[in-house]
C-alpha cells in the first residue's frame, strides 16, 4: 500500500496499523453490501484513501472509528444505485418440483456467503463473539438489505458492534435524535420479518446434538440415501441454489429434486467450512472426465430444533472455492487434503 510519501518506518508502521482493522472493516462493509467481494473492494479502497489522507487525519477520533467513516462512506457510495441483495425465498414463491426449471440471475441479484474468518475478529468474550456470528447468518444478512442504506448502517453501528448513540451521529454527521429515530424505524423493519432469527438456534460452540446431526447429515449426503436425508429436515424445511432463482420447501420436493435434477452429485464429497456463522461444508462431485472430485458447491446449513430448516448450494464454484481457500479439483479422499486458510 505504499506509495513512497512517507519514510520506510512510517509506511510499514502505518500499513501494520490499518491493516489491524482489515477484517472487522470486511464484516462491517460486508453487512452493508450483502457482497463478499464488494465488501472486500470497499475495504481495500477504504485503506487505500486512508494511507492517501492519512496526514490530514487530526486524531480528534481514534484511527478505528476515522477507518469506519471512509468506509461507511465507501458503503453508502456503492450502494447508491439502490441494488439490494437478496435470497431465492425473498424474491419468490417456492416452486413444486413438477415446475421446476434452472433460470439463473445475474450475481449482483444475490446474498452471497463469506468465510468466517475473513470478517469475524478473534474476541475473548463469547456473548460478543455468538452476537458477531448472529450477526452475518444469512437469515439475518437478508433482513439488513431490505433497510435503507443508512438506517442499515445506524443498526450495524448501535446494535452489532455497540457504538453509543453519539459516535454513530458523529460519524454519520448527523443529531443523535435522527440516530435514534432510524435506528428504531430498523428494528421495525427486522421485526416484521418472521424469519430472520430463523438459524439463531444453532449454538456457538456447537452442542453435542449439533454435531451429531451434521455427522448424520455427510453420512447421509455423501450416501445420497435420501430417506436418512429426509428423516433431519424439517417438514417445511428449504433449499435453494443461487444463482439459479428456484427454491424448493418440503421433504418430498427436496428429495425429488435431488434424485432428478441433482442425481450427478451422488457419490459427493464434503469437506467442513465456518460460512457466515454457520456450519456449512464445500461440496465436491465425482468428475468423469478428470477422476477424482470436482467443486460443485459451497453448502451453508440452517438449523432449528435438532432439524435443519434449510440448506442454500452457492454454486460458483470459481468465485467460491478460491475464497474459501479451497483446491478446485480433489485427487484423494477429503481426509487427506488440508483446507486452505
Known amino acids: 500500500m505504499s506509495d513512497g510519501t512517507a ?13 489491524k482493522h482489515r477484517v472487522e472493516l470486511t464484516g462491517y462493509c460486508y453487512r452493508m453490501l450483502g457482497s463478499s467481494f464488494e465488501a472486500e473492494d470497499a475495504v481495500q479502497d477504504t485503506l487505500v484513501r486512508a ?3 492519512y496526514d490530514r487525519f487530526e486524531g480528534r477520533s481514534s484511527l478505528r472509528s476515522w477507518l469506519y467513516r471512509i468506509a461507511t462512506n465507501v458503503c453508502l457510495d456503492m450502494l447508491s444505485a439502490g441494488n439490494k441483495r437478496a435470497r431465492p425465498m425473498d424474491l419468490t414463491e417456492s416452486t413444486p418440483l413438477a415446475q421446476a426449471a434452472l433460470s439463473p440471475s445475474p450475481d449482483n441479484t444475490w446474498l452471497e456467503p463469506m468465510p468466517d474468518g475473513r470478517v469475524l475478529p478473534a474476541v475473548q468474550d463469547p456473548a460478543e463473539a ?5 450477526s452475518v447468518r444469512l ?9 435503507p442504506p443508512k438506517q442499515r448502517a445506524v443498526l450495524i453501528l448501535r446494535e452489532v458492534l455497540a457504538w453509543r448513540a453519539s459516535e454513530v451521529a458523529e460519524l454519520l454527521g448527523t443529531s443523535v435524535a435522527s440516530v435514534n429515530s432510524a435506528l ?5 423493519t427486522l421485526a416484521e420479518r418472521a424469519d430472520s432469527g430463523a438459524d439463531a438456534a444453532v449454538s456457538d460452540p456447537l452442542d453435542e446434538g449439533q454435531r451429531e446431526l451434521l455427522e448424520r447429515y455427510v453420512a447421509a449426503f455423501e450416501g445420497y440415501d435420501m430417506t436418512a436425508l429426509t428423516a433431519l429436515l424439517h417438514e ?10 428456484l427454491w424448493l420447501t418440503g421433504h418430498d420436493d427436496i428429495a425429488g429434486f435431488m434424485t432428478t435434477f ?16 454457520l456450519p456449512g461444508f464445500a461440496q465436491y462431485k465425482p468428475d468423469p472426465e478428470a477422476g477424482g472430485f470436482a467443486p460443485w458447491a459451497i453448502q451453508v446449513l440452517e438449523i432449528s430444533e435438532g432439524r435443519l430448516t434449510g440448506f442454500h448450494f452457492f454454486l460458483d464454484t470459481e468465485r467460491w472455492f478460491p475464497l474459501f481457500g479451497l483446491p478446485l479439483h480433489l485427487e484423494a479422499e477429503p481426509d487427506q487434503v488440508q483446507q486452505g486458510a
Not at 130 to 134: D, H, Q, S, Y
Not at 265 to 275: K, N, Q, T
Open 130 to 134: 455468538a452476537v458477531a456470528k448472529e
Open 262 to 277: 441433482g442425481a450427478a452429485c451422488a457419490g459427493s464429497r464434503l469437506l467442513p467450512v465456518e460460512v457466515n456463522g
Open 236 to 245: 417445511d424445511a428449504v433449499m435453494s441454489m443461487p444463482p439459479f432463482d
Open 184 to 188: 428504531q424505524r430498523a428494528r421495525a
Open 139 to 147: 437469515a439475518f444478512m437478508a433482513a439488513l438489505q431490505q433497510l
Open 51 to 53: 494511507w492517501r489522507s
Open 7 to 19: 519514510g520506510t518506518a512510517t509506511a510499514d508502521d502505518l500499513d501494520a496499523r490499518l491493516e
